[in-house]
């Protein structure tokens, strides 16, 4: 199993602040995912990263994938309410197995 | 396409018998992931499936997990004989060439 290991585990922030969440492993990764799910649904797809260093930006989220391929952060700017989820990250591996990270569980105060 | 389609939604089930969780993943996908998510250890992979073939499964707990896909459109995960330490949201999860994984809704599971 490749451990990817997310902090913060629980985060709960005033609508407007700024957050970054990280996603560690000791692992190389052929790409990184980052999904959020809501209550009582599946994770979503928000973006997948390849390249090293890569950075992806989608509205206010940002993310990036470490220089080595083992790590990644999503950052998000101004958070609002609709951004409260578990958001987690995905490394595939070489041989194809996708394995998720431990996830951020966010809560957005308004 | 109705995307990933699993059933049921919710079972309850007593100790001792047998759990079948079925999944119809999207048409055209080739790969299909099946996860177990509990708070204590998040959404672990059990089994991969690639072309209907299984490739690893390594994640798959012990021998009373068994998993299936006899055909592209059709998987099963069974559990025979369940415990209560099974109680979880079971997902399945399907893909083409390994880019973004669309799930189902999941099943969630509770043995007593």
């Known amino acids: 199993t490749q451990l990817l290991e997310q902090s913060p585990q629980f985060l709960s922030i005033q609508e407007g602040e700024n957050l970054t969440v990280y996603c560690n492993s000791s692992s190389v990764f052929s790409s990184l995912q980052w999904y959020r799910q809501e209550p009582g649904e599946g994770p979503v797809l928000l973006v997948t990263v390849v390249t090293g260093g890569e950075v992806k930006k989608l509205k206010r989220l940002t993310f990036q994938f470490g220089d080595a391929r083992k790590d990644s952060s999503l950052h998000i700017t101004a958070a609002q309410p609709g951004d409260t989820g578990l958001y987690l990250c995905?490394?595939?591996?070489?041989?194809?197995?996708?394995?998720f990270g431990t996830g951020t569980r966010l809560t957005v105060i308004p | 396409d109705a995307g990933v389609i699993q059933s049921p939604r919710h079972e309850v089930t007593e100790m001792g018998q047998e759990v079948t969780l079925r999944c119809k993943p999207i048409s055209g996908h080739n790969s299909l992931f099946w996860y177990r998510q509990t708070m204590m250890r998040g959404l672990e992979l059990l089994i991969y499936f690639n072309n209907n073939v299984p490739i690893d499964d390594s994640g798959m707990p012990e021998d009373r997990f068994s998993a299936k896909m006899p055909n592209a459109s059709f998987s099963t995960l069974k559990i025979q004989p369940s415990e209560p330490r099974d109680s979880a949201v079971y997902f399945c999860a399907s893909s083409y060439r390994f880019t973004e994984a669309f799930f189902g809704q999941g099943t969630r599971l509770t043995v007593v």
């Open positions: 995905a490394g595939l591996t070489g041989a194809n197995n996708l394995f």
